[in-house]
Structures are given as C-alpha cells and as structure tokens.
C-alpha cells in the first residue's frame, strides 16, 4: 500500500537551483557547523541557502558577523545591527 498522490502535486522535473537560487551571483549555500547550532532552529549538518543581496527584514534569519565569527541569528531592528553577511532564504535539512 502507498501514499495518497494528490491531484497536481507531481512536478515531471524539479530543478532545485531554479527554486532555491534566485540570484545565482549572490547566494551561497552553507552547511552548520556543529560548534554553532542549538538546534532550536538550526541544527548541526543543516544546509544554508543565503542570498548576501538580499536585505534583512525583522525576524529574518541571517548569518551575521559576531566577534569575527559567522553564527546564526534572528535579525532584531530593535537592536545593535550585527554586521549582517547574507539572509538565509532556505533551510534544508535530511531526515534521520
């Protein structure tokens, strides 16, 4: 026995790059390291799609540079601005 298949919901080709990489010349993608994750949002292994030409909105997830480190945050105008490397668009992460 198989898995219900809604209607429309099978793509004949899934092109990842055409989705995930909007703008090919200023997206990166990262995976976590393990030092740097709580997995409360992001866990170790977890990949990083990040677009450096995007600009940040409130409570946008970004990869920021804190005392000369890149870590993962929530981008808070309320706050000090961290220098802001790039806005995270996609998080990927593989089943265990």
Known sequence: ???PIP???IEQSLDLN???LRRT???FV???DPTLAD???VCAGDLLVVDRARTPESRSLVVAVIENELTVTRF???AVPPEVWGVVT???RENP
């Open 25 to 27: 010349a200023s997206t």
């Open 90 to 92: 996609a998080l990927i």
């Open 7 to 9: 209607g429309n919901a």
């Open 76 to 78: 808070d105008l309320a």
């Open 18 to 20: 055409h989705r995930l």
């Open 39 to 41: 997995c409360t949002e």
């Open 30 to 32: 990262m995976q976590v």
């Open 1 to 3: 026995m198989g898995f």
